[in-house]
């Protein structure tokens, strides 16, 4: 296949006549998929190339003649949807007829799965290697048996397909260790099971084939079945068509369905119409599974004939439920016929009429399981050799078998180890021309570095005898009986046969040496052995007989023709042998001399290099970009570099300049474990600065790996990028990452920093394409996973088409900036690259390191600060909800309930600027605290400086985009959340007006509301929403139209008409930049042109960013376009053009269209953001009323019924419970009401407590100062509290008093404890619904505790009060009833009106009932008399808040006549003792006092100035004359101190004491 470009397929006359309705369907499919010339001539490999170069986006193919190239380039992007038939234009002259059940938003043009068989029917056995490799690797189905296009015609069984295609399993369950076991699949011996339908079943075979083999933890989509897209449309091609798959066990086995590795096939269509592959399953097949979809007499036939052809046979009943019983059970009875013929087992008869099909995988799992270690293996080759037993076509003739025998030929010899065989055949490879090579080299560097030590290349010359004796070596070199068989075989001039032989050595090769393809690589001795050998060694004979001419020399010319055609066939030649580290400058001249020839003239190029280290898959790579096919070797590379050409199509030749584009790969750069390290080093940086030389565009190609693996190959790529950096191609590098992209940020970084500074221009560009000079990441391919059968995913399509988008717009701008290159300048520049790198004319050199390792480290802490930053920046995201609301609530605080969302976004954008520039001088303070180090080369960092403070700057900037970007997302997130809400506000007040209206619409009328009623008074509520809210849809279609009507009216106001006038779209408008072309011809002189350029810059970005603010003032009041402000803009403009004719240049009328279309667009971009945001709204809110449409009429019908329900809940148990209670309580004991009305009035603080009133008796004496009181109150405290109270009571009962007003108060007091009782009940319960009935028993049980209130038995008792609901509602609806209960009481009240008499008892009563209230505890201080002060409480140690001088109380000083001055809490802290009865007459120490009264609590004295005693030691000091007097004895002797105790400090004492507030 050439390079030149492909001519129209000939349009040739179909010889097969048309003679049914179905040969019609298939003849018009094929036509409609445009394949009906590909079924003459089918679609080859290389055809791939034209296919897949222009796929740049992934797009949905505008009509069915585009799927079949859709499916090649997604599947070789291993796209998850690959098999997708969607289209833009489903239906026309040939559309499918679409069944009624199928999706009517579905754009599936046929079925996905007659899409597969159309493009394997009209593919070569070439391509369906290729497809099958791929598909097998994103797990899908491929085709084993494809049917016949036409009648007449025989199918075909696959074999070639399955030659390439390699698994990899763990071996068994138990095995403990790492190691895998990896096979050529077609070879590969396992069982085999069948899966055929025979008649219409109920369930999908497909599907459940898919359940079967996913397992129980994941999907799987592995057969095309109905429930996918386009799966429900007929079949026209697939029926008959035979699938297979495998299903290999991995170290997981909860993810594994088997514990050994199975073959899986699947018939398509009913097997009753295919009795071919049919057979051929059977006498293959282990086991036959059949979905039987009826039993009958012919199903009865056919399961028979099956079952004894079949080793063994699982039936599945899938049988549908029957329109007449009789025909159901004659069903039934044939079955049991059958299953009695068949002699299966329950097990094995799996019954699929009742259980969904998730459950019936699971049992046809089970039974494989059961089945499957009694199962005998095969292989596809075995399955092969069958169908040409039964006379089926199998796809490998005669051609193919002798391209085989070709093979072995070739490879002759070598079971006996690929060591000798590579010494004995290929021994041109072999230490004597590395010697030669690397002495050759050493020969041109030593004479450019006379001086430097060779020592061990002098020792190398010694062992190897010198030149002459290796040329001499050379020459007695005689073709191999090997090498002449594989020249020959490579010479024919059948190309098919040729292309047969190549693919037969890659897979013979393959699959010898697959023991080297294990993880365990490590242990293997034996090298690997590849085609490239062959091809390589091809090069190296004609390179021996150009060095030495003689007889062959002649036979030797064809060699460069033949690797000419082979390189534009699609096989790739070897440019740079990296095991030896030489380029074959005569071999590589002569064959591109034999390419020049054969290319058209004046041809052109660019060169694409990718640098793959070991573990990369450049190969899979540009396979997916381009279509090409490289070598692809799983774990082994051969390391060198490779090369072919690719014929761009006429589209991408335009945009980049050239014909066509070089691709060369390098493969094995870093190998692990190499014997001689340094020099391997060495030799990798040989190969990567020669093929960088040779590139317009590197790719360097980060494979996964170790931490030393890693550094060195970024030490290899930085080298290279540093030695061709300044070379006369600049080659642009780029990074992709297999592995962890910090390894590709550090290499992106790298390079940024080296490239030299851009152009305006082209820095503007990268700002806004910044991936253009970034890293491409998620380039990691189906590739990676411990298996090779697992589902793929878009990731890595994606990534891989963006990758492609990036390198052809590096090429577009290469057609900018430089010359492509015709092939006769590239072989000159190719000779020069190789004498540059033989003789190491670079400072860098090729082992060397340290300049490597300082642009790492220097890198690795940029690439470190600037994840710290995105990380950062990323967390503080994330608070930007919280962070918006503490603003707006900030805001409604000052007063400022509309804040302005752009002062938001300025405040919240300076505060993401700080951080990020906090956190930018953090990095660049790290990196100048690195170039501080000792052993960093000072003045090459110094050169670079500029670049690196660039870099940082850029990702300040790209940072703060994002960050804006991340800030308005969250403000138009938070506005609309807003607005949502406020409108479930709206519609939830709305409801709840029309429930409550209904409730007491039901109260008033004692009615029932039906649910239809309620039904429409929703709707009537509902319907009103969208008419109270601005739900309008805004149009958007007119206004670039109208935007392009007033543009082109003001142009032709000024003379500008017949303008083409083209709006710009978001991605092109990057800023207006004046041009040289704006200026007139007296405008251009070139010592003026910057100036006016940069006056004419100035003018026009003040005079967009003034129409910009016009704009911005619109779309803030969110206006709707109109006509008047696009006048209003070109207006601005106008004006701006007239100050523009001021200054002393002239612009062409071209400025102001280039200008006003700018502006223009802009604006115009702005009004669309602006209706598609306000449309993005009013779907969002249209979308969730129709959401919660049906939800919220059921809430709301819900509410009303249970609302209702405890609306006479609560009205019944007011009635029946409450209204006793009431009319109880209002008539009870009246002294009891007086009481609480004096505790309840001015008299509560007194009153409240015994606390209050002993505080206020003592306050009392001290204010009214008699010393009979005194001594009344501590002598007889019981009578100076009663003639207190006696006071009181007869001062409230004055009055006449009437049973009015004793009413009201006990009424008001009754329903102030009602509706404490409910809130105490509601707050003893933390849910949010509760049970109206237990909820009424803890308000019963509330008003019942006080003791004075008798509740009505089983007053809660019916179903009536058997209801759960929203405790709040109920609540309030209790209350409602209770307010209405007090209120009609009341009013019954006041329509009697009579008095109650006072009784004549009442004072007495009262006085005793007051009494027994504040006379608190009984228990007295048993030294000083103080009583407890802790009464009303409950407690179990007594406690006096004022202890007394014990003289008030007549006791004496010991052995003296005095008073005694000391206190209780005095004698707590001294020695003092004291006795007693209590004590049996001895002595105890007061501060001892609990062993006797344990129930009593004396504090010792406090130590401030006079303590809480300093009431008694006033009233002591002031009347101890008197107290002695009464006393009869002495007057206390009192310190000297207690006579500055005023009145008002006993007053504070005593307030201290007794803890009062007031």
Request: aromatic content about 8%; charged content about 25%.
């Amino acid at each position: 296949m050439s390079l030149h470009r492909q001519r129209p397929p000939e349009h040739r006359t179909m010889m097969t006549e048309i003679v049914s309705e179905t040969d019609r369907d298939k003849h018009i499919l094929l036509q409609m998929l445009d394949l009906h010339s590909q079924k003459v001539s089918p679609t080859d490999l290389t055809s791939m190339l034209y296919i897949s170069c222009p796929w740049l986006e992934d797009k949905l193919p505008a009509n069915p003649t585009e799927l079949s190239n859709a499916f090649l380039c997604r599947l070789w992007l291993y796209h998850p949807q690959c098999r997708s038939s969607s289209c833009d234009v489903v239906a026309g002259a040939y559309g499918v007829a679409r069944p009624p059940d199928m999706d009517e938003t579905s754009q599936s043009a046929i079925n996905p799965s007659d899409l597969v068989a159309a493009v394997y029917m009209t593919s070569n056995s070439f391509l369906q290697q290729e497809i099958t490799y791929r598909m097998v690797r994103c797990h899908f189905a491929v085709p084993l048996f494809l049917p016949p296009v036409y009648p007449d015609k025989n199918g075909t069984v696959l074999l070639w397909p399955f030659r390439g295609v390699l698994g990899k399993w763990k071996s068994t369950f138990m095995e403990e260790s790492e190691s895998y076991t990896m096979k050529n699949m077609a070879s590969s011996r396992m069982p085999f099971l069948s899966a055929v339908r025979l008649g219409q079943c109920s369930v999908s075979k497909s599907r459940v084939l898919n359940s079967v083999l996913g397992g129980s933890h994941k999907l799987n989509d592995c057969f095309i079945n109905r429930d996918m897209d386009g799966g429900q449309l007929p079949r026209i091609f697939s029926d008959g068509l035979v699938e297979v798959t495998w299903n290999l066990p991995s170290a997981d086995h909860h993810s594994s369905s088997f514990s050994r590795p199975v073959l899986m096939a699947n018939l398509r269509g009913d097997a009753a119409d295919f009795d071919k592959q049919v057979s051929l399953l059977c006498y293959t097949s282990a086991l036959l599974i059949v979905f039987c979809g009826y039993f009958g007499t012919k199903e009865r036939q056919l399961l028979m004939s099956w079952r004894d052809n079949a080793s063994h046979l699982i039936l599945i009943d899938c049988s549908g439920a029957m329109e007449e019983d009789d025909e159901e059970n004659r069903n039934e009875k044939m079955k049991q016929i059958i299953l009695k013929d068949l002699e299966l087992s329950e097990q094995f008869v799996i019954d699929a009429r009742d259980a969904d099909e998730e459950t019936l995988a699971t049992k046809l799992r089970d039974a494989l399981n059961t089945l499957l270690p009694h199962m005998h293996s095969t292989s596809l080759v075995a399955t092969a050799g069958t169908a040409g037993d039964l006379n089926m076509n199998v796809d490998e003739d005669n051609t193919c078998r002798m391209a085989f025998g070709e093979v072995e030929e070739v490879l002759d010899g070598i079971e006996d180890g690929v060591s000798q065989f590579l010494g004995e055949q290929l021994p041109l490879q072999g230490p004597t021309w590395k010697t030669l090579c690397q002495l050759e080299k050493e020969e041109g560097r030593r004479k450019d570095h006379r001086n430097e030590n060779l020592h061990w290349q002098q020792e190398n010359l010694e062992q190897t005898g010198g030149k002459e004796e290796l040329l001499e070596e050379l020459m007695n070199y005689k073709l191999t009986a090997g090498m002449q068989s594989f020249i020959q075989s490579l010479c024919t001039y059948d190309m098919t046969k040729r292309a047969f032989f190549l693919s037969w050595m890659k897979v013979k090769l393959q699959v010898m040496q697959l023991d080297k393809l294990s993880d365990r690589e490590g242990e293997q001795q034996e090298p690997y052995i590849g085609l490239e050998h062959f091809l390589r060694e091809m090069g190296l004979v004609y390179e021996r007989y150009f060095r030495s001419p003689n007889y062959d020399l002649y036979e030797m010319f064809r060699l460069p023709h033949v690797a000419a055609e082979l390189l534009l066939c699609g096989v790739p030649l070897e440019l740079f042998d990296g095991d030896t580290s030489v380029f074959p400058l005569n071999w590589i001249n002569s064959v591109l001399f034999e390419v020049y020839r054969q290319l058209p003239q004046y041809s052109r190029m660019r060169v694409l290099t990718t640098l793959g280290f070991h573990n990369s898959k450049n190969a899979e790579i540009l396979s997916a970009l381009f279509g090409v096919n490289f070598a692809k070797s799983c774990q082994h590379h051969i390391r060198g570099a490779y090369m072919l050409f690719v014929c761009l199509p006429d589209n991408i030749r335009k945009e980049v300049d050239c014909e066509f584009l070089m691709l060369i790969v390098t493969e094995g750069l870093n190998p692990p474990r190499s014997a001689q390290q340094e020099e391997s080093f060495v030799h990798d940086n040989e190969l990567a600065t020669f093929v960088s030389q040779l590139s317009d565009v590197t790719l360097v190609n980060l494979p996964q790996g170790g931490l030393i693996e890693t550094r060195q190959n970024l030490q290899i790529a930085i080298n290279a990028f540093l030695r061709t950096k300044d070379s006369e191609r600049r080659p642009t590098f780029r990074v992709v990452s297999e592995g962890p992209i910090k390894d590709a940020k550090i290499m992106g970084c790298v390079v940024e920093i080296l490239t030299p500074e851009q152009s305006t221009r082209e820095a503007e560009t990268e700002i806004h394409h910044d991936k253009v000079r970034g890293v491409c990441e998620n380039l990691v391919g189906p590739w990676t996973n411990v298996s090779l059968f697992n589902e793929s995913n878009q990731i890595y399509s994606d990534a891989a088409l963006e990758l492609k988008q990036n390198l052809l717009g590096v090429f577009r701008e290469k057609a900018l900036t430089g010359q492509p290159t015709c092939l006769g300048a590239f072989m000159e520049h190719m000779c020069n690259a190789w004498e540059s790198v033989k003789n190491q004319n670079f400072e860098i050199g090729f082992g060397d390191k340290h300049v490597a390792d300082a642009l790492i480290g220097l890198c690795t802490k940029l690439v470190d600060g600037e994840q710290e930053l995105t990380d950062l920046m990323h967390h503080w995201v994330q608070d930007l909800d919280t962070r918006i609301s503490e603003l707006k609530e900030s805001a409604a605080q000052n007063g400022n309930d509309g804040e302005d969302p752009d002062d938001i976004h300025r405040i919240l954008g300076a505060e993401a600027t700080m951080q990020i520039n906090s956190e930018s001088e953090k990095i660049k303070s790290g990196l100048w605290e690195y170039l501080r180090q000792e052993d960093i080369n000072v003045n090459l960092m110094e050169t670079y400086r500029p670049n690196l403070l660039r870099k940082v700057h850029s990702t300040d900037q790209q940072v703060t985009l994002d960050t804006n970007s991340e800030i308005q997302s969250a403000l138009i997130r938070h506005n609309l959340s807003t607005k949502i809400q406020s409108l479930l506000t709206a519609l939830e007040a709305a409801l709840e007006v029309k429930i409550r209206s209904l409730l007491d619409s039901c109260k008033n009328n004692d009615s029932v509301i039906e649910d239809k009623q309620l039904q429409q008074e929703f709707s009537s509520v509902w319907n009103d929403i969208p008419s109270n809210l601005d739900l309008t849809t805004h149009e958007t279609q007119g206004i670039h139209t109208s935007m392009v009507e007033q543009l082109k009216e003001n142009l032709n106001s000024r003379g500008l008409k017949k303008q083409r006038i083209k709006l710009k779209t978001t991605n092109q408008l990057r800023g207006f930049k004046v041009k040289n072309r704006h200026f007139a011809l007296g405008s251009k002189m070139k010592r003026t042109l910057k100036h006016n350029k940069e006056v004419a810059q100035r003018f026009t970005d003040n005079l967009i960013e003034d129409c910009n603010r016009r704009v911005s003032e619109k779309l803030r009041h969110k206006e709707g376009y109109s006509d008047s402000y696009m006048r209003e803009l070109l207006a601005i403009v106008d004006k701006g053009l007239e100050v523009l004719t001021m200054e002393p240049f002239v612009m062409k009328r071209k400025f102001e269209v280039d200008l006003k279309v700018h502006i223009c667009s802009k604006a115009a971009e702005s009004f669309q953001q602006m209706y598609n945001a306000l449309n993005h709204e009013r779907d969002t809110k249209q979308k969730f009323l129709n959401e919660t449409k049906e939800r919220h009429f059921q809430s709301f019908m819900y509410s009303f019924r249970k609302r209702d329900q405890c609306q006479k809940a609560a009205w019944t148990f007011t009635n029946s419970c409450l209204r006793p209670i009431a009319l109880d309580f209002v008539y009870n004991s009246l002294e009891r009401q007086i009481l609480d009305d004096m505790l309840a009035s001015d008299y509560l603080q007194v009153y409240v407590s015994p606390r209050n009133f002993h505080y206020h008796l003592l306050r009392e004496l001290l204010l009214e100062n008699k010393f009979e009181k005194f001594l009344e109150y501590l002598q007889s405290p019981e009578s100076i509290f009663r003639k207190k109270i006696e006071n009181v009571v007869v001062e409230r009962l004055s009055g006449s008093v009437m049973i009015e007003d004793c009413r009201e108060l006990r009424i008001r007091q009754i329903f102030e404890r009602m509706e404490k009782a409910i809130d105490l009940a509601s707050e003893n319960s933390s849910e949010a619904t509760c049970n109206v009935r237990l909820l009424l028993q803890r308000v019963c049980a509330v008003l019942k505790s006080p003791g004075d209130v008798t509740v009505p038995p089983d007053v809660t008792a019916g179903p009536l009060f058997d209801v759960s609901t929203q405790q709040e509602h109920f609540v309030t609806q209790l209350k409602e009833s209770l307010a209405e209960l007090s209120s009609s009481i009341t009013q019954e009240f006041s329509e009697n009106v009579d008095v109650i008499e006072v009784p004549d008892d009442l004072s007495i009563k009262l006085q005793n009932l007051l009494y027994d209230h504040v006379k608190g505890c009984d228990k007295c201080c048993p030294f000083c008399k103080s009583p407890c002060d802790l009464g009303g409480v409950e407690h179990t140690a007594h406690e006096a808040f004022v202890h007394r001088p014990k003289g008030v109380v007549s006791y004496t000083i010991a052995g003296s006549s005095s008073l005694s001055h000391l206190t209780c809490s005095a004698d707590m802290a001294g020695e003092n003792q004291f006795q007693n009865r209590d004590t049996g007459g001895q002595p105890v120490l007061y501060r001892n006092y609990q062993s006797i009264y344990t129930d009593w609590n004396i504090s010792p004295e406090r130590l401030e100035k006079y303590g809480s005693g300093a009431y008694w030691k006033y009233v002591l000091f002031r009347y101890n004359s008197k107290f002695a007097q009464v006393y009869q004895c002495e007057p206390a002797s009192l310190p000297e101190d207690w006579k500055q105790i005023t009145q008002e400090e006993a007053l504070r004492s005593l307030k201290e004491a007794f803890h009062i507030t007031w």
